[in-house]
């Protein structure tokens, strides 16, 4: 990767939707090497997906919540019984598994109290747990999906754009 393809992701993570012939010129590239480089961070995985972020609470999902949970064993059989079971609720939007006291951290995105509540008792029958619990978000000060790139090494010889 060198400074092109870095400033082409600083400009994707802003604005997806963005032409590609706006693109290239803000890059300084013309459109078929800029789409090249687009095509490249694709097939390498930098680029993961190209996706429309929704407001939840335009949508009526205004309860968001941030469960801990604790596992009950650390064998392979309860982590699969536990991945699967999540992984299968919707309303779960992410799941990290987490060094430390807890073992896993959810985010939680419903409607309201009782959205969570019937999420709470889905979660509890999809492996044995030995500890729940809940933080609901009062407010959202802070919320963006940009990566930052300005704390990525940058490549010998590749100045910044």
Do not use: N
């Amino acid at each position: 990767m060198d400074k092109f393809d870095y400033r082409i992701l600083e400009i994707l993570q802003k604005d997806a939707s963005v032409s590609l012939a706006e693109l290239a010129a803000q890059v300084g590239l013309s459109t078929t090497p800029c789409w090249r480089r687009i095509q490249r961070l694709k097939e390498d995985g930098v680029i993961q997906s190209q996706v429309v972020l929704c407001d939840p609470v335009s949508l009526g999902l205004g309860l968001t919540a941030f469960v801990t949970v604790k596992a009950a064993r650390h064998d392979d059989a309860w982590t699969t019984r536990f991945l699967d079971g999540v992984m299968g609720i919707p309303e779960i939007l992410e799941v990290y598994r987490m060094a430390g006291e807890i073992d896993y951290l959810l985010k939680v995105v419903v409607s309201d109290i009782a959205g969570y509540d019937r999420v709470y008792k889905r979660l509890i029958k999809v492996a044995e747990l030995v500890d729940v619990s809940s933080g609901f978000v009062m407010e959202v000060v802070r919320h963006t999906t940009v990566l930052p790139l300005e704390q990525v090494r940058w490549p010998a010889g590749a100045a910044r754009a």
